[in-house]
């Protein structure tokens, strides 16, 4: 028996409003343990061997949140900065956006740039499972900066921790002390999102029978692999669109539909399949996929990735600007 996916359907792209957010961040006096009113979040005054020292709202509603620790001798300082916020929305691609987005602050204080390493995360708690992204970074003055960010069902959870007297081990288990601390699944459960997910199309879907059904037949298919693959407990957390996998059977049943059917093609959306089944039929979509999302994928063992040969071969098949415009968005919402 096939399994019934119940959905929203909208013909247009929409974007969330957050909550009112302040101009300039407000220090929130306190003494004593400070407790985040939405997600009952505590912060103590002595962490490990940190002090709190500052403790920032960022909106009206004192739902996004800073709290900073710092354990300072006389040239020798860690700082530890840990933010919750609002996201209200699991939309696809959050997770990297938003990594990305907290990348950018950090690039732009400063002068060189910045060098990252970069990976997946994930944190399994007793009731759910969050995946995040984490990257260093060092400068010329041999000082390190780490960034972790997860995703939290109605929530995102960042820690910052910059340092000119830990090592690169030194930094992963004061880490891993934060995340043991202060743990980010616990914030899923907080307001559950509504896993019956919402499908947003753009209007450039409409623009001939073969296109609509092929990227609708694109995004039924994520929703599907995401039901019969990854438990609630993780989904709960946000859309796991980080899966290879999903995305590998999507772009599978995009150029399916045409097969199946003959309707009306315009150039455009044969333009749009013939690439897609150009770089299939090289047997480059994984590299693709890869590329195409910053190498922030959860790769199954079962795919071997050929990165050289893949160059190689783009060097007379280029990929074209039409594979970048985003027709679909599939949201869980709360």
Request: proline residues 2%; glycine residues 4%; contains cysteine.
């Amino acid at each position: 028996m096939k399994k019934i996916i119940s959905i929203s359907i909208l013909f247009l792209f929409a974007f969330q409003l957050q909550g009112q957010e302040r101009k300039s961040p407000k220090k929130i006096k306190v003494n004593g343990d400070y407790v985040h009113s939405e997600t009952k979040t505590n912060f103590p005054e002595i962490f490990d061997v940190y002090k709190r020292i500052d403790v920032y709202s960022f909106d009206k509603q004192d739902e996004n949140i800073g709290v900073t620790y710092e354990n300072e001798t006389s040239d020798k300082k860690t700082t530890i900065s840990i933010y919750i916020y609002p996201t209200n929305e699991a939309t696809e691609d959050r997770l990297r956006n938003e990594y990305f987005n907290s990348m950018q602050s950090i690039a732009n204080f400063s002068k060189n740039g910045i060098n990252a390493t970069q990976k997946l995360i994930r944190k399994v708690g007793d009731k759910y499972i969050c995946n995040g992204i984490k990257a260093e970074m060092k400068n010329d003055k041999n000082e390190i900066t780490q960034l972790s960010l997860f995703e939290c069902g109605n929530w995102f959870y960042k820690i910052r921790l910059t340092t000119n007297e830990l090592d690169t081990n030194q930094v992963e288990n004061v880490e891993k002390k934060i995340v043991e601390k202060f743990e980010p699944t616990r914030l899923t459960g907080t307001k559950l999102l509504n896993t019956k997910a919402t499908i947003i199309f753009a209007k450039a879907v409409m623009r001939d029978s073969t296109m609509l059904g092929s990227v609708m037949g694109g995004a039924l298919k994520k929703l599907a692999w995401a039901n019969e693959n990854i438990k609630e407990n993780e989904r709960l957390s946000g859309f796991p669109d980080l899966y290879l996998e999903m995305q590998i059977e999507s772009i599978k049943e995009i150029v399916a539909f045409e097969t199946k059917h003959k309707f009306k093609t315009l150039d455009s959306t044969r333009e749009y399949l013939d690439q897609y089944n150009e770089i299939i039929n090289a047997g480059f979509l994984a590299e693709y996929l890869m590329e195409k999302n910053n190498m922030l994928m959860i790769v199954p063992e079962n795919i071997k990735l050929n990165f050289t040969a893949y160059e190689e071969w783009k060097k007379n098949h280029p990929i074209k600007p039409i594979l970048d415009e985003k027709f679909s968005l599939v949201t869980y919402k709360t």
